[in-house]
């Protein structure tokens, strides 16, 4: 047994029906519980456990409560793919030491999930699988892990309603067509999303670009990180372990999800279908409007996502957005990576909350965003005072520096921060911003609103603003 647990105590149990002693370390957010029987010993990791529950067709024996330790173990696909394989491994145990089951017992069931269905029968639990989000994992994780783990808590086929993505529109028409009309009517529902932010996303425009009723009672969402970056999962710690989220849905409490509002100058356009087509956007007022509940970015972020958005790059999971920006940072010609031109204002509030502007005076800028998450990817620190669910804007902004002083800023936010506080970025609280462009190549002028892309016309704007209508909630 290794050294630095010989002087935890084990207790003494069953596993899978045969007698085991356990002993629990833990350190930190990290712990292991080991099975040790004669001749052999396991492990069970605190990042593949969703939770411990009591084993209903367990058999009572001398009042010991048998239960159910729910896992989830990942292992990769094949070598030659960033994709994963996911299996659901509940584990029948007995007597547990009072400290795992401190930290893993699920107390009292997840109301959230146990919603009541329509009096015609129809589900108000709904499952929606993204076929498409990041390298095509969510079908496989729902078939062999998710109906499995509901199943174990008594939430079989019949108590919800499956939905399969067939295409990009699948989860704004299921929003508009279901979920809209029975959030107005005042009716409970929860929403488990095997997606990427973009779900969310989806979810979040089609309820906020829709008439909304007094009676209208916000869904729940609950997110199983199935996408490339997955800001919002890394960001409220849904990614903390390696269940994808799933152990914060059996454990965790819904919670408001900000927003924040992007306008655009007439004229400016989705693209889509690796910007082969172009969309209009949905109008307020004369001007475009997309709703966002990550990022708003241009320059290099922007670039470097509307980039990466192929099916050739896709593939490479999370790294296709590293693969971007490097080739933006390294042009093939030898030269200079482009500085992007264009006024930017800000709106911000004093010591008594009251609002005023503030212009930057460079006109040449690198990167900016304006975020109200922390993380943009698992290591990717790039707002490091935002806090989870928080709803404030802050402004991340490079100017016109080196590529390669941009790359040492973004290489600290990697390393956990530090690049908010060096002399070359700027990073404040902000209540929104506007940017004015000054790029004659369509090119350089694509906003990114989390990961959706607009292209703004010659001579355009997008003004960002925090939202004060929030629609759904978060189980987090």
């Known amino acids: 047994m290794p050294a630095l647990i010989m002087d935890i105590p084990a207790v003494t149990g069953t596993a899978l029906g045969s007698d085991v002693s356990f002993v629990y370390h833990r350190e930190k957010d990290d712990g292991t519980l080991i099975l040790s029987w004669d001749g052999g010993e396991d492990h069970v990791y605190d990042k593949d456990v969703i939770g411990v529950i009591n084993d ?12 159910l330790i729910l896992r989830v173990v990942t292992s990769q696909s094949s070598p030659e793919t960033t994709k994963m394989r996911f299996a659901f491994e509940p584990l029948p145990v007995t007597n547990l030491p009072k400290n795992y089951l401190e930290a893993h017992v699920i107390t009292k069931p997840p109301m959230h999930l146990y919603v009541n269905p329509n009096e015609d029968g129809s589900r108000n ?9 990041g390298v095509g994992e969510a079908q496989q994780y729902y078939d062999d892990v998710l ?31 279901v979920l809209l009309p029975r959030a107005n009517d005042g009716i409970a529902q929860t929403v488990l999303l095997l997606s990427g932010d973009g779900g969310i996303v989806d979810t979040v425009n089609a309820l906020l670009l829709s008439s909304r009723t007094e009676k209208y009672l916000k869904p729940t969402i609950g997110l199983i990180s199935m996408g490339t970056g997955n800001a919002m999962a890394n960001s409220t710690g849904l990614n903390r372990d390696a269940t994808r989220g799933l152990g ?28 082969r087509r172009t969309e209009p956007l949905p109008l307020e007022s004369g001007h475009g409007i997309v709703h966002g509940v990550v990022v708003c970015s241009w320059a290099l972020h922007a670039s470097l996502v509307a980039d990466s958005d192929t099916t050739e790059y896709r593939k490479y999971g999370a790294q296709r957005f590293q693969m971007a920006a490097k080739e933006l940072m390294a042009p093939d010609d030898g030269s200079e990576p482009h500085v992007y031109n264009g006024k930017i204002t800000l709106y911000k ?45 802050r402004i991340l902004r490079f100017g016109d520096i080196p590529g390669a002083d941009v790359m040492r800023l973004m290489g600290k936010a990697l390393r956990g921060g530090g690049h908010e506080h060096d002399e070359m970025a700027y990073y404040a609280p902000i209540n929104g911003l506007k940017i004015e462009f000054d790029e004659p190549d369509a090119r350089w002028r694509r906003v990114c609103v989390d990961g959706k892309i607009i292209r703004v016309e010659e001579g355009g704007w997008v003004e960002v603003r925090r939202g004060h209508e929030d629609v759904v909630d978060l189980i987090a």
């Open 248 to 275: 914060r849905i059996f454990r965790g409490v819904p919670q408001n999800l900000p927003t924040f509002k992007a306008h655009f100058s007439p004229g400016s356009v989705f693209l889509t279908d690796e910007a």
């Open 56 to 67: 209903p067709r367990g058999e009572r024996k001398n009042e010991v409560q048998p239960q």
């Open 147 to 177: 109906s499995e783990a509901l199943a174990a808590i008594d939430l079989n086929r019949d108590t919800y309603q499956l939905h399969i993505t067939e295409s990009e529109k699948s989860i704004t028409e299921l929003t508009k067509k």
């Open 125 to 133: 639990l709904h499952i929606v699988v993204s076929t498409r989000s």
């Open 349 to 393: 509030s004093d010591d008594q909350g009251n609002e005023y502007v503030e212009e930057i005076a460079e006109t040449r800028t690198s990167y900016i965003i304006a975020s109200l998450v922390s993380n943009f990817e698992e290591r990717l620190l790039i707002s490091p005072d935002s806090k989870p669910l928080d709803g404030q804007l």
